[in-house]
């Protein structure tokens, strides 16, 4: 399984849009990209996935690059409730049960 | 409401006690799974279940096991608790049978060893 490496922490202003990098050098074909944040007292949650190219939902946009080994995540206009640990995760979409998550990104949001 | 459930929410205990912990989703789902989230807030997989099938058992203490009676639950048993159990236990649960689909998490139950 591809390992990730993402910034331990960022900082960003009510109403900024951020920009979370994940780097996955080691990918394989048949790996995906998912997305996950965990806010205190709660377990994990899912928010985007994507394989190549573009990925946009009502909570976040996915941006990879075409070799693959680089994702954004991106979050417009955030707000306090978007402070969190946002995990990437790399992982076979078929025949895989194992999922890895690292030590994700923590963003800090001040009003 | 369909999610992913979990109880007790905290449990203190003592190092050698036995503990159980109960997950169920009402999901639909067929994978469930159990991971530990230490002082450092590493998540780490410890079991998964597809169909009552153990499919993912990782290099766990043996005192740990899993527990299920059907698809849509799921138990952890510590037999004899150390201190270094302490950590939350979240379940999640996943569609499909074979793939690493979005999970769904429960909020945890949080052990606490003296």
């Known amino acids: 399984l591809a390992k990730t490496t993402q910034p331990p922490s960022m900082e960003a202003y009510e109403g900024q849009e951020v920009n979370v990098s994940c780097s996955h050098t080691?990918?394989?074909?048949?790996?995906?990209i998912y997305w996950y944040r965990q806010v205190p007292h709660q377990g994990p949650q899912f928010i985007i996935q994507?394989?190549?190219d573009y990925v946009v939902n009502e909570v976040a946009s996915l941006f990879i690059s075409a070799d693959r080994k680089l994702s954004t995540l991106s979050l417009p206009w955030v707000s306090l409730r978007d402070a969190a640990v946002y995990y990437c995760?790399?992982?076979?979409?078929?025949?895989?049960?194992?999922?890895?998550f690292g030590s994700g990104t923590r963003l800090l949001v001040s009003p | 409401e369909t999610a992913v459930f979990q109880t007790p929410n905290y449990h203190v205990t003592q190092v050698g006690n036995e503990v159980s912990f109960n997950c169920k989703q009402t999901?639909?789902?067929?994978?469930m799974y159990w991971y530990k989230q230490d002082s450092k807030k590493l998540l780490k997989i410890m079991f998964s279940?597809?169909?009552?099938?153990?499919?993912v058992n990782e290099t766990v203490p043996r005192r740990f096991s899993p527990q299920s009676s059907d698809k849509a639950h799921l138990n952890l048993r510590i037999k004899s608790v150390e201190p270094e159990d302490s950590a939350v236990y979240l379940c999640?649960?996943?569609?499909?049978?074979?793939?690493?689909?979005?999970?769904?998490f429960g909020p945890g139950t949080r052990l606490t060893v003296l």
């Open positions: 279940y597809n169909n009552k099938q153990l499919i």
């Open positions: 080691n990918i394989a074909t048949s790996e995906y």
């Open positions: 995760i790399v992982t076979p979409r078929a025949g895989g049960y194992k999922v890895v």
């Open positions: 994507g394989y190549k």
């Open positions: 999640a649960s996943s569609p499909g049978t074979g793939g690493a689909y979005e999970q769904y």
């Open positions: 999901l639909g789902h067929d994978t």
